[in-house]
């Protein structure tokens, strides 16, 4: 092993039923490093964090850590903390109602015998240490989700963690919570802290990683110094092809024939809900690619979920093809051709117990009635079909959708709504957190879904993505809209002055 290593695998694999998920994969971290681990989802970067943790048993191949002169068998995430890897995971793990403090202690407290003055005491001087803003004896869930993650990273470096996994911990945060994250990083970095990063987002790689390694097919690609891999060059190694400018992507779209003095397929009219937004005005016509944009925060979401009727509707008029109706609920929604895939596809989207299957047939069981089921055969029909229409990676249609990769997830989701044949498909972040492979195809199938015929509103935090995708976009601020941009408008800096008021 070598002296600056802090960590290597070396041969590992690892195999589910019909699924090879890691094949022969090397990976080294060094002390002091931020490593990043790259590649399309189901390439293999979870597993490989999975088998680093204990979460899943290796098939084959060793682990070694500084300070072992044998290889080391993690076999479950305890074990690897207590050797010192630690993982901060996208989703927040720790409790919000327990306090700071609380979070970080938690399972190294003496019940009744602890005492909490010192516990209090050395939190504070962790948390002043690594400048993170929060105070030890405050509820965890009234702070940020970069506070909250920063108080995780914390917990992981009270515990003398040697080697820090950092899987997606920015995909929810905003440009400046980001840069108190890296700050943090760098901290641990200058410390001897060795991190692996998983993430999708170029530009942060580039900014604070040192090397890169590539996994495709659950295979090892490479490993690159980040000052020798140009991003092109990085992103046709996790494809395996060359890979076409994004911004051409528009070209195949046919936004010039929308026809904006037809009546649009859906009008609302001061519409206002109970999550803060202030009453707004939106349409969308048919074949058109819209969106709403903003700051986190800014009520993008808020929006969409008012038109599906998610959150409670408290007052406006909305018209269908120009006649009013009344959208109480999603039901309602769905049964006017208005499908809604959502922003956190964990919490909202998926139903993790059940299958492939299952997932993309629930929106058309639940509009038929439960009481009127499909036959098996007719579901397996559904399911192949959009199975190989969307290029989903599963084992079958009866895998778990929880076991699937988290573009493949979100392909299941975009399979559910196709399915239903809506009018009117809403995609709040729909390529948020996925590889840059599949976020092309998803927006080629939103433009060919467009092309079509169909309405389609699609958000996401990257402005680039959203010039590359709709023809008009809606901009709000602070939960009211603020401007309304087409055309030659729709350029970066034009968005980020009508987002900051006017200011360039």
Sequence with gaps: MDNNSVLEMRGICKYFPGVRALQQVDFTL?????????????????TLIKVLTGVYHKDAGEVYLKGSDRPVNIRSPQEAQNIGISTVYQEITLCPNLTVAENMYIGRTKGIFTDWKKINADAGKILNDLGIPAIPGQQLGSCSIAVQQMIA???????????????EPTSSLDEQEVSK????????????????????????????????????????????????LPRVKLVSKMLGKDFDDMA????????????????????AKQLAGTTGIKPFDFSIHKGEVNGFTGLLGSGRSECVRAIFGADKVTGGEVLIDGKPVRIKKPLDAMKHG?????????????????????????????????FRPFSRAQAEEF?????????????SSDTPIKSL?????????????????????????????????????????????????KSVTFISSEIDEMIRTCSRLVVLRDGKVVGELKGDELTQNKIMATIAGGES
């Excluded at 490593?35 to 970067?45: I, Q, Y």
């Excluded at 809604?340 to 629930?362: A, F, H, M, T």
């Excluded at 390529?431 to 927006?443: A, F, L, P």
Aim: glycine share 8%; hydrophobic share 40%; aromatic share 6%.
């Design 248 to 267: 051409d992507i528009k070209s195949d779209s046919d936004t010039e024939k929308i026809d904006y003095s037809e009546t649009p397929v859906y009008e």
């Design 383 to 395: 399911a192949d079909q959009y199975i190989k229409l969307l290029n989903i990676k599963t084992a």
């Design 30 to 46: 060094r002390e002091g490093e931020i490593h990043a681990l790259m590649g399309e989802n189901g390439a293999g970067k979870s």
């Design 153 to 167: 990273i914390a917990r992981a470096v009270d515990m003398n963690c040697k080697v820090l996994i950092l899987d």
């Design 405 to 453: 990769s988290g573009g493949n997830q979100q392909k299941v989701i975009l399979a559910r709504w196709l399915l239903s044949n809506p009018v009117y498909l809403i995609l709040d972040e729909p390529t948020r957190g996925i590889d840059i492979g599949t976020k092309v195809e998803i927006q080629k199938l939103v433009l060919k879904l467009a092309a079509e015929g």
């Design 338 to 370: 208005i499908s809604y895939l959502p922003e956190d596809r964990k919490r909202d989207g998926i139903v993790g117990d059940l299958s492939v299957r299952d997932n993309i047939i629930l929106a058309l069981q639940v509009m038929k009635g439960f």
């Design 181 to 228: 994250l890296f700050k943090l990083m760098l901290d641990l970095k200058k410390k001897g802290v060795g991190i692996i990063f998983v993430t999708h987002f170029l530009e942060q790689v580039y900014e604070v990683c040192d090397r890169i390694t590539v996994l495709r097919d659950g295979m090892l690609v490479g490993e690159y110094i980040i000052e020798e």
